[in-house]
């Protein structure tokens, strides 16, 4: 992210709170060859949140989009924070998922009765996605955008596109919602795609 980019959770904060009261946190999210970059902005923004408290800060607040503790930066923050302050008391306030946005949005359901439901980042690789659909009955795939062609045709031969779902920029003005076999655009990094079973009773799986 550049130095002087504002993301979605800063925006959200920075309408409801005074300027002087939000503090950017750089990491280096598209990082994946250097692990020694991604630690190094954890470091640096511990330091911040560590420096808030000993200076009188009583409470610090970290805002994450989704759900903190689901492939969120978040939980690297807190790890450090404690570690630097063992005395520091981490709490978090669930959010609301991205797969959970997509399926409200889409009228899809997750899962019902016994059925199982797997969630896996595309970073993982599209074998791991390709595995998923052999063992579970609801597969979700974060971080997708730049795997939806392969995506597409694993679903197909898996025979499980038709009730696949798309999702980007959820809950934001340019939203993308719409069924997988329909999305031919260039997606964001940032997005989730939903594969439900194939269900043809009601209460099949219960």
Wanted: charged share 25%.
């Amino acid at each position: 992210m550049d130095v002087a980019e504002q993301g979605r959770a800063e925006a959200t904060v920075r309408a409801h709170i005074a300027d002087d009261r939000v503090r950017r946190l750089l990491f280096a999210l598209n990082e994946r060859e250097d692990r020694s970059r991604r630690e190094a902005a954890w470091d640096a923004a511990a330091e911040v949140v560590v420096a808030a408290f000993r200076e009188g800060a009583e409470t610090v607040a970290f805002a994450t989009i989704g759900d903190p503790n689901i492939y969120s930066t978040f939980t690297y923050l807190a790890e450090t924070v404690v570690s630097l302050l063992p005395e520091v008391e981490v709490q978090t306030i669930p959010g609301i998922t991205a797969m959970q946005a997509l399926a409200a949005a889409s009228g899809t359901v997750l899962c019902e009765g016994r059925e199982s439901l797997l969630l896996l980042p595309l970073s993982a690789g599209v074998d791991a996605f390709d595995a998923a659909l052999k063992t579970a009955d609801t597969v979700v795939a974060y971080k997708g955008g730049a795997y939806l062609a392969e995506i597409i045709s694993i679903l197909k031969e898996h025979q499980r596109l038709d009730e696949a779902v798309f999702g980007a920029a959820l809950g934001l003005t340019d939203q993308r919602i719409a069924s997988l076999a329909e999305v031919t655009a260039p997606a964001p990094y940032l997005s989730t795609v939903i594969a439900p079973p194939k269900r043809t009773t009601r209460g099949g799986k219960l």
